[in-house]
């Protein structure tokens, strides 16, 4: 599975970006599409995750002003990101989750940078 992930840049607080990440290869298996996200000196954490049937999680600090949707026909998945905060400055990245007979094989994209700054 290989993912590329595409739309970040530079916005000021309170404005809007969308991310993009579409997967290729072997991706008749995924179930889980998400984000994640690294800020400098931080580890990285979750942001929001959608499965296969529509399920979907998002980190307490995101609700309400991201919201994660995926297109299975097109094996991409998107982050609407509205009222950004200078905190959600960081490196986003893509994942993809393939359940394999020992639990979950994780698949990265390259990361897209985020950075929210007036």
């Known amino acids: 599975v290989q993912l590329q992930a595409s739309g970040g840049g530079l916005v000021q607080p309170g404005g809007s970006l969308r991310l993009s990440c579409a997967a290729s290869?072997?991706?008749?298996?995924?179930?889980?599409m998400g984000w994640y996200r690294q800020a400098p000196g931080k580890q990285r954490e979750l942001v929001a995750t959608h499965t296969k049937i529509g399920s979907t999680n998002y980190a307490d600090s995101v609700k309400g002003r991201f919201t994660i949707s995926r297109d299975n026909a097109k094996s991409t998945v998107y982050l609407q990101m509205n009222r950004l905060k200078p905190e959600d400055t960081a490196v986003y990245y893509c994942?993809?989750?393939?359940?394999?007979?020992?639990?979950?094989?994780?698949?990265w994209g390259q990361g897209t940078l985020v950075t929210v700054s007036s």
């Open positions: 290869g072997s991706i008749f298996n995924i179930n889980v």
């Open positions: 994942n993809a989750g393939v359940p394999v007979s020992w639990g979950t094989r994780n698949y």
